[in-house]
């Protein structure tokens, strides 16, 4: 029978990765508090986030504290933080739906995915390795693909938030003007882009694989015997 | 080997709880697109998506169609349609990041629980066997006051999206006033907001009890010969 002593709860809420996973939490609060009045603060504390998601990482590996309880931290926090961008976005952009369209996007296919990964015994959702999608097997088989994507879909967003005025404007026209007349702004917004998209469409592949997978599990347990 | 016939798969995303699972996205997806238009037709789609949700576990029990889909579509459209709903109320409500606040609450909580669930083997986050938390046993204990947590908390977003201007008001102020001076709205108003602020403690609590969760899996897991 497991001794679960007082200290060692204590010791895991306290493993270095997840203090830095708690720091980021503060990180975010403080930078959506300010999201409204500071711009360049609130770019500055998101980046410092995403920095704070890598570290914590590479902490867990270094001093051998990796944990369960680390490992949601940073889904939580990663999708509390991007979903909320969304949400900013959504008020400074219109159409509004457009935003709000693709935070139902990243809620559903995130969860799907966690869920089927379970069912599955994965120990991750990265761990994909036969898909009939080359596109979800070339975003798992090359690290750099999927990190490219993955930021350049966070840059995208950050770069329409800093761009925006306080009053909701037309999406299309902020863009098509930052696109011609913004020459600092211009190649980051367009490589973004392609990495933003490019991560949607895995997005919508996800939730087909995992719904997929979600049905393959109750055929799988009515066989046996 | 388990036989997975293309078949066996298709009858279960065609099981009747599954489709109505179906009707809800569509539901809900026309909602949103009409809901800064017509508050009427919202309210009242959104009604339907909740009939909807009711009718669907009914009918997954009553003929014999229960499936991990089905669970996991229940759990998504919930999610999606209950954060699309706050955000829509922060760009009704000011300050916008009251509702961002329990978007991020909802978003945790649900995410944490779920997760937590899944490692203790439990069939259901509702099955809550022991707790320390009294407030946690009466809600998982008590169907009718989970009930009227979880259906008054949907009605409270409800009513302040319906008696919402087209500009940002202050949510105190709206509120003070529909309480003084709207007498159809008064009532509800208020039985909903206390319902409401208990389902948020809970959210909170099993934020906590959660990550305990996460914390001792690791524990025990270590201790295994």
Redesign the interface.
Known sequence: M???TPK??TS??LYIPNIIGYVRIFVNCYA??QC?NDKKLFVVLYFISFVLDGLDGWCARKFNQV???GA?LD??VD??ST??LL??L??YYSP??FF?AF??LD??SH??Q??ST??SGKASHKDVKDSNFWLLKTYYGNRTFMAYCCIAAEVFYLILYFIANNQPNSLIDVMINAVRHNSLVRFPLILSMIGWATKQIINVIQIKTS??A???????RK?KP
Do not use: E, H, P
């Open positions: 497991a001794k679960n060692k709860t895991i809420y959506f508090a409204l944990s369960t309880l949601v889904m939580v999708r509390v979903n909320s949400v900013i959504s008020q509004g739906l709000l935070l139902g809620i559903s969860w799907l966690m869920y379970f069912l719904a997929d979600c049905v393959l599990y109750d055929i799988n066989q």
